[in-house]
């Protein structure tokens, strides 16, 4: 099972920006293990959400034509949880793009709230340089992941999302 932590993109500058949401559901199998009786999402979680917007954001600026691999937490910062009911947005920006790297920053915010920043840092692995145990096929970049981008621009395309420059 691959774990989502983006619902859908509501804003996306190809290599500029992007922004995802996630509604925090307590239909969701973790919160029910973590703090039973006060169920909330925790960090590591919504870094992981963090990785997958700014991710998507720096694959796309190169074509998806390499894996894009979470490098690094350059900085993570919080100062309140998502609750069940909540809808957490994270808004990424590339502050770097190279042909090795993209170094990210972003803030979370909960509903509509500030509450926290995650700076990241991304390797790109492209067929030449791949680990021998790295896979032939880009298995960052699934079918599933790659549909974010995709639904974003048709519903840019019918008038109802964000900016998309390309």
Do not use: C
């Not at 190169?62 to 993570?76: D, M, Q, S, T, W």
């Amino acid at each position: 099972m691959r774990w989502f932590w983006i619902d859908t993109l509501v804003d996306f500058e190809s290599g500029v920006r992007a922004s995802g949401v996630k509604n925090v559901s307590l239909a969701e199998e973790y919160l029910h293990d973590h703090f039973p009786g006060y169920p909330v999402m925790p960090p590591t979680l919504m870094i992981e959400g963090m990785a997958q917007t700014a991710g998507i954001l720096v694959g796309e600026a190169r074509g998806f034509a390499e894996n894009v691999i979470l490098a690094k937490v350059r900085n993570a910062e919080f100062n309140a949880y998502a609750r069940p009911g909540d809808q957490v947005q994270y808004d990424a920006t590339v502050d770097v793009l190279d042909d090795r790297a993209g170094v990210t920053s972003g803030t979370i915010r909960i509903n509509g709230q500030e509450t926290g920043r995650v700076d990241l840092i991304f390797s790109h692995i492209g067929q030449a340089e791949k680990p021998v145990d790295v896979p032939d096929h880009n298995f960052v970049f699934t079918r599933e992941l790659l549909s974010f981008v995709d639904d974003f621009r048709k519903r840019s395309k019918q008038g109802s999302g964000g900016s998309d420059e390309r």
